[in-house]
């Protein structure tokens, strides 16, 4: 009977499982760090990106893949992002590139649905059951990573304040994506910004790419190599300067143009018996 974990192995099996823990467990840190960030929300309603895009006269694109569980993507950042936003499209447009935002704001429903998600929770499985050696991770292992890369309480989870977003860049010839590495969504030993597993080329990209967007006032997120956002605890803790953040997790009523902060940030949005339930069913 093949052995699902034959499929991940590779000759230098060893080098790439303990990059991938080390960066995960620093990934962790960081979160907890945040979980300690202090928030001075400001309040800033959100602003649709396509409108922001459209009426700078600049080419991006936007992501038409289904976000799942009945959910439609969300393509707003804040109000005081959007001239970044523009002037980093503007940028890449002017490199023969075409940003493409992949993911927006998120709500809470949306975000919790992401930790149950058919699919993405099988990679989940998969990439910590070859992490663990073929064990079982307990719930608690399951969550610690799942905090990581898909966020489990609200202040952690920066789509929720409307200050980030995952993007692909395009070129603008051809529409064909630039090389990074690995498609969105990766969950591999790829998917940190510096990963060695990519080629010579493809992190220059990533480099180039986030050199840019921090000229622009985004930060990256160290472990995903699609993620930026402004503003918020991420990057006041990853680029600094080390300041309360002015974007926290936020409820938006589009019908009143308002935000309201979200009550206690720090609860969980999934327990981890739901997280630990759905990474065992594979």
């Not at 940028?91 to 975000?111: I, S």
């Not at 402004?230 to 019908?255: C, E, M, N």
């Amino acid at each position: 009977m093949n052995n699902p974990l034959d499929k991940q192995s590779k000759p230098d099996d060893a080098a790439r499982r303990e990059f991938w823990t080390r960066r995960m467990e620093e990934a962790h840190a960081l979160m907890q760090a945040i979980l300690l960030h202090p928030v001075q929300e400001c309040g800033e309603p959100l602003r649709p990106l396509r409108d922001a895009a459209a009426s700078a006269g600049v080419e991006v694109a936007f992501s038409d893949a289904p976000f799942g569980a009945g959910f439609s993507r969300q393509f707003y950042l804040r109000e005081g992002l959007t001239p970044a936003f523009v002037a980093a499209a503007r940028d890449l447009n002017a490199r023969g590139l075409v940003l493409k935002v992949e993911d927006g704001y998120r709500t809470r429903a949306m975000q919790k649905s992401l930790a149950l998600k058919p699919g993405l929770i099988e990679k989940l499985a998969a990439r910590l059951a070859w992490e663990c050696g073929g064990r079982p991770p307990d719930a608690a292992f399951v969550t610690r990573r799942i905090g990581a890369v898909i966020a489990h309480c609200p202040k952690t989870g920066t789509h929720m304040s409307a200050s980030a977003m995952d993007i692909s860049v395009l070129k603008r010839d051809d529409g064909r994506e630039l090389d990074r590495g690995a498609p969105y969504l990766e969950m591999s030993e790829l998917t940190p910004m510096d990963s060695p597993f990519v080629s010579e080329a493809c992190r220059r990209n990533r480099q180039i790419i986030t050199a840019l967007m921090r000229h622009h006032g985004f930060a990256e997120y160290p472990y995903e190599f699609w993620h930026y956002s402004g503003g918020d605890a991420y990057a006041a803790l990853v680029v600094g300067p080390p300041i309360p953040a002015k974007y926290g997790p936020v409820d938006w009523d589009p019908a009143a143009g308002r935000v309201s902060p979200i009550e206690n940030p720090t609860a969980p949005l999934n327990t981890d018996a739901e997280s630990c339930r759905k990474s065992k069913k594979r």
